[in-house]
């Protein structure tokens, strides 16, 4: 069996943090190092991770976290996933970085869907960095909790970046031993292997 694995079959929502033991400066970089390099379509990166630690932001994010509100006032650190608003200003950043392939193959396969479907596309690569994250919460042992009962308008309000718009966040930190959630407690439910994989 692979350490990855195992990793994952470890691995919880967590459901209860221990609110004094903080994440290091250190393992906080090498997750935006790891986010970094997340992929996406065509490299299309139309995202922004915003790592929220200040603990008085973190008070005002909770009151818009529905049932989530006391995982991020306890969590180490909440990274709120944010999609680029604008898809003309999408459109730029596209031409001032990527190769001229990808560019064309978004005019020509992408573009002609209208803004409506190019905003669900964007949507939909910010998704991948977040299997990104939590993958390596897994490997690193960190504590996640992914949250998508967010208010997004409220916490726009609070980040106050208009060029971005918030999907949903993940608390990250140290989990109680406690945690009723634990896979010890709460064995994990998934879906038997017969039901989802196809071999052809």
């Not at 977040?130 to 490997?139: D, E, K, M, Y």
Request: with cysteine; glycine share 4%.
């Amino acid at each position: 069996m692979s350490n990855f694995l195992e990793k994952m079959q470890q691995r919880y929502t967590v459901k209860q943090y221990k609110p004094d033991v903080k994440l290091s400066q250190t393992v906080l970089d090498e997750l935006k190092a790891i986010l970094q390099l997340s992929p996406s379509s065509i490299n299309s990166q139309p995202w922004k991770f915003t790592f929220v630690t200040d603990k008085e932001t973190k008070t005002q994010l909770a009151p818009f976290s529905y049932h989530n509100k006391q995982r991020v006032l306890d969590s180490s650190c909440v990274v709120v996933f944010q999609v680029i608003k604008d898809v003309a200003a999408f459109e730029q950043q596209i031409k001032d970085h990527l190769p001229e392939g990808a560019v064309n193959y978004y005019y020509n396969m992408i573009k002609p869907s209208g803004d409506e479907e190019i905003s669900r596309w964007l949507v939909n690569q910010v998704y991948i960095a977040l299997g990104v994250l939590l993958s390596a919460c897994a490997q690193m042992d960190i504590g996640s909790t992914p949250m998508e009962g967010i208010e997004p308008d409220k916490y726009d309000g609070i980040l106050g970046d208009d060029k971005y718009r918030s999907l949903f966040a993940v608390a990250l930190g140290v989990q109680d031993e406690n945690d009723t959630n634990h896979p010890d407690r709460r064995p994990k439910l998934r879906l038997d292997r017969e039901k989802i994989f196809q071999d052809i």
